[in-house]
């Protein structure tokens, strides 16, 4: 009970997180700092590595930040007697502004909670490693921002996912699919 708490705990003190506390730069450090205290494998495939690898949809998302502070994040544990490996992946919106299709103000109010999925994978593998189920956990994060602005990507664009599938985009409020689309 005491290991699915602190998942619980985990997940909820990431979430309830004001968005210039929680911004992908502190949420990435912050992630960086439990895998090093519970022995996990910790990657980060920044921008600019995402960039270069062909993961156009998950850099349309984050180029239109300022900070160009955006990564998938990988975790990974492994039980000394793991028998099978399996996935947690979460969306690790920070804040979610809309991108150029701009939400409406009461839509925006809550948007620093665009990243619990991530919250409770990461919960979620705290929980499990606790627990030491004997499972093998990869956890993925995608970590960025949907902001507005004179890079931000627009409707009608083209890009291309990492597997080589284009997409149009009609909506930049689609971030979600946008990012895990590359994550996945």
Not at 4 to 27: F, K, W
Not at 51 to 67: I, L, N, P
Not at 81 to 91: E, I
Not at 155 to 166: F, Y
């Amino acid at each position: 009970r005491r290991a699915a708490a602190d998942g619980n705990l985990l997940a909820r003190e990431l979430t309830v997180l004001p968005p210039n506390e929680l911004t992908p730069a502190s949420y990435r450090q912050r992630v960086r700092e439990l895998a090093r205290r519970r022995g996990w494998r910790h990657e980060e495939y920044d921008v600019k590595r995402l960039r270069k690898m062909g993961a156009g949809a998950f850099v349309a998302v984050a180029q239109g930040s300022a900070e160009q502070d955006a990564a998938i994040v990988h975790l990974s544990y492994r039980h000394p007697r793991a028998k099978r490996t399996f996935a947690l992946v979460g969306k690790g919106i920070c804040f979610d502004t809309g991108g150029i299709n701009l939400k409406a103000h009461r839509s925006m109010y809550m948007m620093h909670g665009d990243m619990q999925g991530s919250s409770v994978a990461v919960g979620t593998l705290l929980a499990l490693s606790r627990l030491e189920t004997g499972q093998a956990v990869d956890c993925w994060l995608a970590i960025t921002e949907n902001q507005i602005g004179p890079t931000a990507y627009r409707p009608q664009e083209v890009v291309r996912a990492l597997n080589g599938v284009t997409i149009q985009v009609v909506h930049s409020d689609a971030e979600g699919r946008m990012v895990l689309a590359d994550t996945l």
